[in-house]
């Protein structure tokens, strides 16, 4: 049993079912990746698992330790444990840097801006009284948003395209970031494409139409995805003997 | 100005007492400061460089700030004006003349801690010479049950190069009746730059109403104003600014947060009247930003607390 579970998740939106009796099994202190075309569902399955206002009427279940999530709130779940990273972080006119990493930590503490400030990289001199706003760049404030998450010390982190937007300086960050979580037993379901970001998980989710067709490693499945998936525009849902093919 | 009496010592410390934390700032021999109760000054010390001379009005004070030329103060010149009672009448009349090159930052804290039916009316002219800069930072504490109508009407004229901040903030307390006024004169390579930012609650009424007239070359200024308005209360910002010179820049800014059944209006008004002129105006109002709330409540903070965040930064 994970320590996450998905179970014949259901989510229509605009008449339209993105997500479609989707279920899988997240491993704690594992990290996942997820991958698909655009459109296959991953970000509404984050959205979803966070309990984000848009796709609370989903049917199915989500279980957390074996107990139901499904009609808990965001910050419910957040106390639980579980969070989410954007893929575009949300700009904060005024608000500083330190008042945001301390609105979720732990350890409210100034020494957790200080290290989880240096955790990614950056000066929290120069950073902790900075605003979040558009005077940071996108790299920047996705560092600060990891920065919050890594002082949050949740036990699920969703990470939508972590490496969207960043340079390669930044990308070490998060590599870092990945090993706290890992060395924490944090469990991390991401969202990406980059072969670099991928080599970092231990699992990997092949998602389309909403439904999960296939799962093993990473060199499986992104095998698969770039042979199979990557020019069909998700219509080429594999056959039965295709994926007895690539599943392990 | 002649020493305090024993009332007037007492009747300033429960008057700075009522700012809280602000009230501490009587401290040292080169910090300036003015406490003013309804029509009486309690309590004054000034420094080198500035000058206060006060009338008594039946139910305020005119006052004449004069910084002499050159004169640069060091620290924060700290004015206090308020009630303590819960009903009255404080009407403050102000004429500031800041000399060539001068420079002084003023915190003005307006204290009504008891009000139920009090009026601050505030009149100043402000004369800014070539060179000078003048800050002023005006910060309102009210009680809990609103009760004040405040109406703060002020003209200033910025010389050549001079500069003007000022800051208008009331976010503690009720803001009952705001009826904000300021209007800027700006000649060439000028600065101005005017903020305001309150918060409404229950059944307050905010209109504020900015002018900046970039009138000289190169001639600079922002205007901005943020509010958070909640349960009946309304705001009207009327945000002006026109430019009539060449490389005069001006920017306007209005953002304000409706929650509950409150009711915002902006109207940013720009008049380019220059070919090599330019403003720009940007004005955003609405509900709290679903994305930055979802943000926060995905680090465990309820929609409450969330909101009480963003609109701390929005007011910072």
Redesign the interface.
Known sequence: MGVLELKDVTLELGGKAILNGLSVDFWEGHVHALIGPNGAGKSTLAGTI?G??DYRHMTGDILLDGESITGL???E???RG???A?QE????????VD?FIL??AQDKNVGTVRRVLERVGLDPDKYAKR??DKTLSGGERKRI?LA??LA?EPRVVLMDEPDSGIDVEALARIFDALADFRERGTTVIMITHSQEVLKHAEHAFLLCNGRVIDKGTVGHIDGYFGDKCICCDHENVPTQEEMAGVTE | MSGPTAQQVETARELLASLGDFGGHIKGDDIAHLEVHGNEVVGSHLVPGLTVDVDQLDEGIEAWIHLAKGARLRNPVHLCFGMLPTEGLQRIIMHVDAEEDSFASIQAHCTFPNAIDITHKMDADVRIAPGATYEYFERHLHGAEGGVIVVPKTRVDLGEGARFKTEFELIKGMAGVIDFDYEVQCAADSILDMIARIIGRGHDRIRINEVGHLNGQSARAVLQSHLALRDHATAEVYNTLTASAPWARGHVDCKEIVQGNAVAKAVPIVEVNHPLAHITHEAAIGSVDSKQLQTLMSRGLDEDAATDLIVEGLLA
């Open positions: 966070m984000l206002p709130t965001v910050y779940r957040a106390r579980i969070t989410l954007w972080p949300a700009r904060f006119e005024g608000l500083k008042r609105a979720g605003a979040v948003e919050s998450i949050m």
